[in-house]
Structure formats: structure tokens, C-alpha cells
């Protein structure tokens, strides 16, 4: 997500070059929980087993330093819990 330019306004080519400052102008955020190999599923809805414990990293001074940690018992309080930490940083 670009930290100063709207969202309409980015291109493939805002992205490629972002790549050359290590994406200072963006807010990076990974989040890391277990899942199984989707190639060994038959139905998309067993990738993720619930109850999980989620991490969240963010993106700072070229390293990636942890956010926070939450335990999601649906894919509710995933989604949830993903779009607090990607709206946290920006306020």
C-alpha cells in the first residue's frame, strides 16, 4: 500500500520503481500462519485450519521488525485481525 500516493493512481510502473528505494513509499505488511501445500488439498476451504495463531510483520528502516500476534478461531477474525494491522500503521 503506497504511503503517499493514492491508490487509483498506482500502475505497474510505480511498483517496478518503488523496487529501486526498497519501497520506502510503502507500508509492507506479511503475515505468516500455517497452511497446508495447496497441492495436496482437494478443497480449497482445508488450506487453513482454525483455531491459528497469526503474526503480522511490518516493513521498517529495511528490515522486517514484528507488529503483532493473534490467535484467529474463523475466517472472520483472520480477515479481521488483518485489516486492523494494515490500518494501525497508517494512523
Same mark, same amino acid.
Given at each position: 500500500?503506497? @504511503? *503517499?500516493? *493514492? @491508490?487509483?493512481? +498506482?500502475t505497474f510502473d510505480s511498483i517496478v520503481n518503488a523496487r529501486k528505494n =526498497? &519501497? @520506502? =513509499?510503502?507500508?509492507? +505488511?506479511s503475515f505468516?500462519?500455517?497452511?497446508k501445500n495447496p497441492d495436496d488439498v482437494i478443497n480449497d =476451504?482445508? #488450506? +487453513?485450519k &482454525?483455531?491459528?495463531t497469526v503474526t503480522s510483520y511490518v516493513r521498517k528502516r529495511n528490515k522486517w521488525e514484528l507488529q %503483532? #500476534? %493473534? +490467535?484467529a478461531n474463523n475466517l472472520t477474525e483472520l480477515s479481521q485481525y488483518e485489516i486492523k494491522c494494515i490500518y494501525s500503521p497508517l494512523n
Amino acid at each position: 500500500m503506497p @504511503k *503517499n500516493l *493514492n @491508490k487509483k493512481d +498506482i500502475t505497474f510502473d510505480s511498483i517496478v520503481n518503488a523496487r529501486k528505494n =526498497d &519501497f @520506502k =513509499d510503502y507500508l509492507l +505488511i506479511s503475515f505468516v500462519y500455517p497452511m497446508k501445500n495447496p497441492d495436496d488439498v482437494i478443497n480449497d =476451504d482445508d #488450506q +487453513i485450519k &482454525f483455531p491459528l495463531t497469526v503474526t503480522s510483520y511490518v516493513r521498517k528502516r529495511n528490515k522486517w521488525e514484528l507488529q %503483532s #500476534q %493473534s +490467535i484467529a478461531n474463523n475466517l472472520t477474525e483472520l480477515s479481521q485481525y488483518e485489516i486492523k494491522c494494515i490500518y494501525s500503521p497508517l494512523n
